[in-house]
């Protein structure tokens, strides 16, 4: 989506009226590789049949969803798909779709063409294989996706280089970064590592210590808060299809749940695929009856920024992504600050020349004496997921 001052006001008039605008739904969670930093259970138990599918996509034609991400997994996976891709162009979504584009043929890519899909998103985590393919646990994954990108390019299409960085691959952002630019592509760049959907936090441990992270955050092609916009980079998150919100976006922390949510191959319904809190699930209501009624995608709509403890004052928050599902998974509180983000909020700001940024909740903590220790325990920390509707 560009981002355009007709942009900004419609996806404004969406919010205040509270429409499922952009809606990302996983097809599938099985895929042919097995990347070590994933958050998804590969298994099936029990997705969506075509049928289903076809419904929920006939609920958010009708409920104003405009634009679709279609995900996974591995889309490709489902034999269905250019059936369901066909039906989604039918009902004029604006489609695109997150792949690792190992399963794309010249002929598939043609097809994609004449479809209508406008953009396509590929994760390539490095340009060299060695560190590429050592991270998807696919021998030879990394050509296979170039050779794959080009078929794609060469119908004209937009597609995206998404780099999650995380131990394995944090010294070869600029090798995805040259990539890119050979190939006349924007990219991605997300230090994003979540915990996986069931709440398992052991994809964690590939997350980059925050005080390796300073050649990226430093990096202006990257970091504009440091002065210098990038060229082909792009804010974007490699996980969450959220839209971003503009400025008068009336006091609103994020979009998910005020007109952006997601919807997993199970059928359930949530505020985003990174904030795990089940508001329904499609194979049993009516996607609008939960859009509209859901006691819980109401509350997670209600949450203004005031209300945040710690960060709705906090003087550095322009330096900040907290993210709501994060700060739940990680703090263990929706409306709370979380260590990460606090961290990331004050070293971006010092590259910025803000003389001796610090927190509202590391302000906090110090005053009251407290550790700045990260608060967050798994097993006392309860997620409100809703369990998938299984059908085998």
Request: hydrophobic share 40%; proline share 6%.
């Amino acid at each position: 989506m560009s981002r355009t001052p007709m942009m900004d006001k419609l996806v404004l008039r969406t919010t205040d009226r509270h429409l499922p605008f952009s809606v990302h739904l996983d097809l599938t969670y099985r895929c042919n590789e097995r990347c070590v930093h994933c958050y998804l259970d590969h298994e099936d138990y029990g997705e969506m049949n075509t049928a289903e599918m076809k419904s929920v996509l006939d609920q958010l034609a009708a409920a104003g969803t405009l634009f679709l991400t279609l995900s996974g997994g591995e889309i490709f996976l489902r034999q269905d798909f250019f059936d369901l891709l066909e039906h989604a162009r039918k009902l004029h979504f604006d489609i695109s779709l997150k792949t690792n584009a190992l399963l794309i043929t010249p002929a598939r890519a043609q097809r994609l063409k004449s479809l209508g899909v406008r953009k396509i998103q590929v994760s390539i985590y490095s340009g060299d294989p060695a560190i590429h393919d050592g991270i998807t646990l696919v021998p030879g994954s990394l050509e296979r996706s170039l050779e794959a990108i080009r078929y794609v390019k060469s119908q004209g299409m937009v597609v995206t280089l998404a780099c999650p960085l995380m131990k394995q691959n944090l010294g070869a952002f600029r090798s995805v970064i040259a990539l890119a630019e050979e190939m006349n592509v924007p990219y991605v760049m997300d230090m994003t590592i979540t915990p996986m959907i069931d709440g398992n936090h052991k994809t964690v441990d590939h997350r980059v210590a925050l005080s390796d992270l300073l050649p990226v955050l430093s990096d202006a092609k990257l970091n504009p808060k440091i002065g210098i916009a990038p060229t082909l980079s792009a804010g974007d998150s490699a996980v969450s299809s959220g839209m971003p919100l503009p400025e008068g976006g009336d006091d609103i922390c994020c979009s998910a749940g005020h007109n952006t949510c997601y919807i997993s191959p199970y059928g359930e319904v949530f505020p985003c695929v990174q904030l795990p809190v089940g508001t329904g699930n499609v194979r049993t209501q009516k996607f609008e009856d939960i859009w509209y009624h859901s006691p819980e995608m109401e509350r997670i709509s209600s949450i203004r920024e005031a209300q945040l403890a710690h960060c709705g004052t906090c003087s550095i928050r322009p330096y900040c992504e907290r993210c709501p599902g994060l700060a739940l998974m990680e703090g263990g509180d929706i409306m709370g600050a979380y260590q990460r983000a606090c961290e990331l909020a004050e070293m971006n700001a010092r590259l910025a020349g803000v003389p001796n940024p610090i927190s509202a909740m590391h302000a906090h903590r110090a005053s009251t004496g407290a550790s700045n220790a990260q608060v967050f325990h798994p097993a006392q920390t309860k997620l409100v997921a809703i369990a998938p509707l299984r059908t085998n």
